[in-house]
Nanobody, 121 residues
Framework: QVQLVESGGGLVQPGGSLRLSCSASGSIFSVSDMGWYRQAPEKGRELVAVITYGDYTEYANSVKGRFTISRDNAKNTAHLQMNSLKPEDTAVYYC???????????????WGQGTQVTVSS
């Protein structure tokens, strides 16, 4: 069994900062890409940022220059530092990881349960 657990969400004023964390635990052999997605009310889930095992990163245009994704491969964790937050960043943020449970397994995708981020004055 594999679990992804997010933390760090909450309520913040416009212009403020939050740091989200995602921890993968359980029977894990290796983790490749880790990413953050978000879903606002009545909208589809969208990619926010992704980071490969080798620390290559990609960001949605809407968050470039404001958000930074990082990871700790030894701990199977990923973080999303969010600065200069805007009301339109309000959403449930989900962690995502592609991982293998055993050396002979193909990679599969796991999701966390989500953490709410609300940007409001």
């Amino acid at each position: 069994q594999v679990q992804l657990v997010e933390s760090g969400g909450g309520l913040v004023q416009p212009g403020g900062s939050l740091r989200l964390s995602c921890s993968a635990s359980g029977s894990i052999f290796s983790v490749s890409d880790m990413g953050w997605y978000r879903q606002a009310p009545e909208k589809g889930r969208e990619l926010v940022a992704v980071i490969t095992y080798g620390d290559y990163t990609e960001y949605a245009n809407s968050v470039k220059g404001r958000f930074t994704i990082s990871r700790d491969n030894a701990k199977n964790t990923a973080h999303l530092q969010m600065n200069s937050l805007k009301p339109e960043d309000t959403a449930v943020y989900y962690c995502n990881a592609r991982l293998r449970r055993n050396s002979g397994d193909p990679y599969s995708t796991s999701w966390g349960q989500g953490t709410q981020v609300t940007v409001s004055s």
